[in-house]
């Protein structure tokens, strides 16, 4: 298997059980939140995002919630299955004082054992 | 379908040698950008592109040399002055460069040392 992911933190949840995978971003100013999903061997995939004017957002199965008092992000999934297993790691963008390009800053993540 | 490839999925080099990644997208994206991922921890900028014919450093470029001749094509090379070269590799595309825009990813190159 790939390497990917060795000594992260890990969140064991049973199959059919809701999850919530937590983020702690960086700078206060950032104002773009993604959440991706990488499984081993592959590239991350794109989740869900949500915008610094929201606090929450919800696609199919999974819900994004924005605390921007204590910096916070996390990732809900309802009804996790097997195939919800992989790494979840966020990712933070600030709008630069002097303009030009503003990259995405990646966490470390959270791998996410489902179990049957 | 659209995406983005990366070839080859594995990649070996000797000491001294120079190694090309290769990255094509056919999501008509203006910016295309390079990250390397080492375990445990979160993606590094290695180098991003906004448009064809140009593209910009990022935090780690340092050994690493890229260019931008057509739109959907990305390679970048790791030279031999990379002296830590074992990484996955991952190729990114988005709309626009920065924004509030997701970024794509392909499926990575592992690279290691022979």
């Known amino acids: 298997g790939e390497s990917v992911g060795l000594h992260l933190p890990t969140l064991s949840v049973q199959e059919g059980d809701n999850s919530i995978i937590n983020c702690a971003y960086s700078n206060s100013a950032s104002d773009y939140f993604i959440w991706y999903k990488q499984e081993s061997g592959k590239g991350p995939q794109f989740i869900i995002d949500i915008r610094s004017n929201m606090d929450k957002r919800q696609g199919q199965r999974v819900t994004v919630l924005l605390n921007k008092t204590v910096k916070h992000l996390s990732l809900q999934i309802a009804a996790t299955q097997p195939g919800d297993s992989a790494v979840y790691f966020c990712?933070?963008?600030?709008?630069?004082?002097?303009?030009?390009?503003?990259?995405?800053?990646f966490g470390a993540g959270t791998r996410l054992a489902v179990h049957p | 379908d659209g995406g983005i490839t990366q070839s080859p999925k594995y990649l070996f080099r000797k000491e001294g040698q120079n190694v090309t990644l290769s990255c094509e997208q056919n999501?008509?994206?203006?910016?295309m950008y390079w990250y390397r991922q080492d375990p445990g921890q979160g993606l590094r900028l290695i180098y991003y592109s906004q448009i064809v014919n140009d593209f910009q450093k990022g935090d780690i470029a340092e050994g690493y040399s890229v260019s931008r001749e057509k739109k959907e094509s990305f390679p970048l090379t790791v030279t031999s002055a990379q002296k830590n070269p074992t990484a996955f590799y991952l190729c990114a595309s988005s709309i626009l460069a920065g924004g509030k825009q997701p970024q794509h990813f392909g499926d990575g190159t592992r690279l290691s040392i022979l």
């Open positions: 990712a933070e963008t600030y709008p630069l004082i002097s303009g030009g390009y503003n990259k995405l800053i």
């Open positions: 999501l008509n994206h203006d910016a």
